[in-house]
């Protein structure tokens, strides 16, 4: 167990940010990506607490989680099923081994990401007038 973590206060943040942008936009309905172990396990309010997940709903701004993990709980699940988000779950840190922020962060990336391997790469052979 990685300890506590601040999910509400941080989608709280997010909802801030987003509401100026949903306002700024005319009502565009917007998306927040949440990167997570997949239990909510931090200080209230709990983020299957409707206080929290309501105004995401309200404005149309979805919440998607990215667990890298092993699970996700029923609370998360709420999140994401009443603002209309998806939650997708990594199968590379299977089996519950706690560590799957330490994994990822021991992940090995190759030096050609960015700019670098947008220059290299080809998309296609044909030419199109």
Known sequence: NMGNNYMAQALQSAYTIMKDEH?????????VIL????????????????????????????????????????????????????AFISSDCAGGSGDAFQYSSQTFFSSDVGDNAIEDMVTSQETVL
């Open 35 to 86: 990167v997570t172990d997949g239990m909510a396990n931090g200080p209230p309010p709990e983020i299957d607490d409707r206080f929290l997940w309501k105004p995401f709903q309200m404005d149309e701004i979805r919440i998607v989680t990215l667990n890298i993990g092993y699970d996700i709980d029923s609370r998360m699940k709420t999140l994401v099923s009443e603002t209309g988000g998806k």
């Open 23 to 31: 306002d700024a936009h005319q009502g565009q309905p917007g998306v």
